[in-house]
């Protein structure tokens, strides 16, 4: 095959194949994370259960859309995204908690992760520009917007 063998979408098959990767590092990543909120929904205890443990359940609802759209932007580029939490856990930057009910430790961990994810987003964001991929730049986009305000959000509310 030439290196200019194309997709059905008109894009560079060797330009689009980091992408992909770069999509299932991000899957992984989303997948840990909303496994994390979960957790978070269930276990928060004291003073803020009522206003987390609601906030828990609008941003992991807000994940499984964001899965979705990951996994099936990988489909649409020609990919195959993996479903197997083996595999996530062995891609994924975002790190396991276990049974966090303090509400500070908590709020904590979900601002670092969305930065790591805002970071994530625009490498990944570079990357679909350079493989002249706008719709992966508009994926990438969607969720930047999405994290800088929650990190927003968070910050005020951890002051
Ligand atoms: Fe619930």
Do not use: C
Request: proline share 1%.
């Amino acid at each position: 095959m030439s290196t200019t063998e194309k997709n059905n979408l008109g894009l560079e098959v060797a330009a689009i194949q980091p992408v992909i990767v770069s999509l299932g590092e991000l899957l992984a990543n989303y997948q840990v994370f909303y496994t994390n909120l979960r957790g978070l929904h269930w276990n928060i205890q004291g003073d803020k259960f009522y206003e987390l443990h609601e906030l828990y359940e609008e941003y992991y609802n807000e994940m499984a859309e964001k899965i979705d759209e990951a996994a099936e932007r990988i489909v649409i580029l020609g990919g195959t995204p993996t479903n197997n939490f083996s595999d996530y856990l062995k891609l994924a930057t975002v790190k396991e908690i276990s049974s966090v009910s303090d509400w500070s430790k908590g709020v904590d961990n979900v601002f670092t992760t969305l930065q790591t994810l805002l970071a994530q987003l625009r490498a990944l964001h570079a990357q679909a520009i350079k493989a002249g991929d706008h719709g992966t730049v508009s994926l990438a986009n969607h969720g930047i917007k999405s994290f800088e305000k929650k990190i927003w959000m968070l910050s005020a509310y951890l002051k």
